[in-house]
């Protein structure tokens, strides 16, 4: 998530910090579906990615558990628990996409 609010915020955009526990999809948090919302965050209904869109993703757990964000260009950056914050291939992440939301306040 600190990705994402670092993203949002070069573009003027301040989000919100959410308290959590470390592995918090573990512990029974929800911490994207629970906080999207109430951030400005609206869900894609129509197929579309455009560029800023935040992309929940669910990977080996009971809730989504990672974010990334469309930059563009069939691109994303994103950033995994323990590793370096990276820029990859949309195709390569979209079987684990369960929502696209898009920035609308």
């Known amino acids: ?6 993203y ?21 948090q929800d911490v994207y579906r629970d906080g999207i919302a109430s951030s400005g965050f609206v869900l894609v209904t129509d197929g579309t990615i455009i560029e800023g ?4 993703m669910q990977i080996n757990a009971p809730v989504p558990n990672h974010a990334a964000v469309y930059i563009g260009d069939g691109s994303i950056i994103q950033h995994f628990c323990d590793r370096l914050s990276r820029k990859d291939e949309l195709e390569r992440w979209k079987k684990y996409i369960v929502g696209v939301y898009r920035y609308e306040i």
């Open 53 to 56: 869109d935040c992309l929940l």
């Open 1 to 6: 998530y600190g990705l994402i609010r670092d």
């Open 8 to 28: 949002y915020y070069t573009k003027g955009i301040v989000l919100k910090a959410y308290p959590r526990s470390y592995k918090w999809w573990e512990n029974g």
